[in-house]
C-alpha cells in the first residue's frame, strides 16, 4: 500500500467523519466540483464503490493504468485500489459506495462475481442492449430511493446494488458471462436455497434432498467450488447474517437472535462467542466503532 496514497472511509471522507452507512449515493458533480472536477488518487480500505457515468468524459486512473471515460460507462474499484477521476465540467452521474462486508458476495471471493469485483472495471453499456438499459435504470432507481428515504429503502437498495452488480458483470464480459457449468449451478441452486431457509436452520441433508442429490455428493460440489464443506457454508452464512443484523439493525440482540431462528438467546451467544471470539453486545459495539 503506497503511504501517500490517501485512505478515505466514504467517498471523500476520512475515517472517523462520517456516521455508520453501508450505502452512501451522491451526483458525481455534488462533490467533483469542489475539486475542480479532479479527485486525486486515493483508495477505501472497507468499500466498492460504482460510479456511472450518465453524460461528460474523462479519466480513471487505477494505480498506474489510466482508462477512458464515456457516457453510459459503469466503473466499480473494490476496496485497497488505489484509483483517482478527472472530468469534464458536463459530466453528470452517480457515486454510489457500499460497504464490502454488507455485499452477498465479497469482493475477491471464490464465486464469479466475487473474482469479477476483485478487480477495478469499466463497462460500457451499449445503448441497444436490454440489459445494459436495465442497469442504467436500476442504478438512476437507486439514486432515486438513496434520496428519498422512504419504507422499505435497505431492502431494495440491497436489491439494486445485487442486480446492478451481477449484470454489469455479465455485460463485462460479453454479455453471457461465461456458460455456468453444473458446479457453478449446483452452488446457484444451494444458496437461494439457504436464502429461503437460513433462519429454520435446516441441516446438510435437507438442501441435499432439495438439489436431488446425496449429501456426500453435495458436500463434494461445495468444496470443489468453494473450498469450504456444506455445513461450513451454512454456518458461514448464518454467521454472516447475524453480523449484517448486529451491526446494521437496531434491535435487541434476543430480538435479533429470534428473528435468526434461534431458539435460545443463550445459544445464539454461544454461537457468535465461538467465531469471533466475543460476546453479542461486544462485537456489535467494537464493529459499530469502526464505521
Not at 74 to 97: C, K, N, W
Not at 159 to 166: D, E, K, R, S
Request: with cysteine.
Amino acid at each position: 500500500m503506497p503511504r501517500d496514497v490517501p485512505t478515505y472511509e466514504l467517498y471523500g471522507e476520512r475515517a472517523g467523519q462520517v456516521p455508520g452507512l453501508w450505502l452512501h449515493c451522491e451526483s458525481i458533480p455534488s462533490r467533483s466540483r469542489l475539486h475542480h472536477w479532479e479527485i486525486g488518487a486515493h483508495q477505501h480500505e472497507r468499500f466498492l464503490q460504482i460510479l456511472y457515468f450518465q453524460t461528460g468524459s474523462g479519466d480513471a486512473v487505477f494505480g498506474d493504468e489510466r482508462r477512458r471515460i464515456e457516457p453510459d460507462t459503469v466503473i466499480t474499484v473494490p476496496p485497497g485500489v488505489s484509483h483517482g477521476f478527472r472530468f469534464s465540467r458536463d459530466t453528470d452521474g452517480l457515486v454510489i459506495t457500499i460497504l464490502a462486508s454488507r455485499l452477498k458476495t465479497v469482493p475477491g471471493g471464490r464465486s464469479p462475481l466475487g473474482g469479477w469485483l476483485s478487480e477495478p472495471r469499466v463497462t460500457r453499456l451499449d445503448r441497444t442492449d436490454p440489459d445494459a438499459a436495465y442497469v442504467r435504470e436500476t442504478l438512476l432507481r437507486l439514486g432515486r430511493e438513496y434520496a428519498g428515504n422512504r419504507n422499505g429503502r435497505n431492502d431494495l437498495l440491497d436489491a439494486y446494488v445485487t442486480q446492478a452488480l451481477q449484470l454489469t458483470a455479465r455485460l463485462s464480459q460479453g454479455g453471457e458471462g461465461g456458460t455456468a457449468d453444473d458446479g457453478s449451478r449446483r452452488m446457484e441452486q444451494l444458496d437461494a436455497l439457504i436464502n429461503r431457509h437460513l433462519r429454520a436452520h435446516r441441516p446438510v441433508s435437507f438442501y441435499a434432498a432439495e438439489l436431488g442429490i446425496s449429501p456426500t455428493h453435495l458436500n463434494r460440489v461445495v468444496k470443489a467450488m468453494s473450498g469450504q464443506g456444506a455445513h461450513q457454508r451454512l454456518t458461514g452464512r448464518l454467521l454472516d447474517e447475524a453480523r449484517r443484523e448486529l451491526v446494521f439493525t437496531f434491535g435487541t440482540v434476543q430480538e435479533v437472535s429470534d428473528r435468526l431462528g434461534f431458539a435460545d438467546p443463550a445459544y445464539f451467544s454461544r454461537f457468535i462467542l465461538k467465531h469471533t471470539g466475543s460476546t453479542p453486545r461486544m462485537w456489535r459495539e467494537a464493529e459499530r466503532a469502526k464505521l
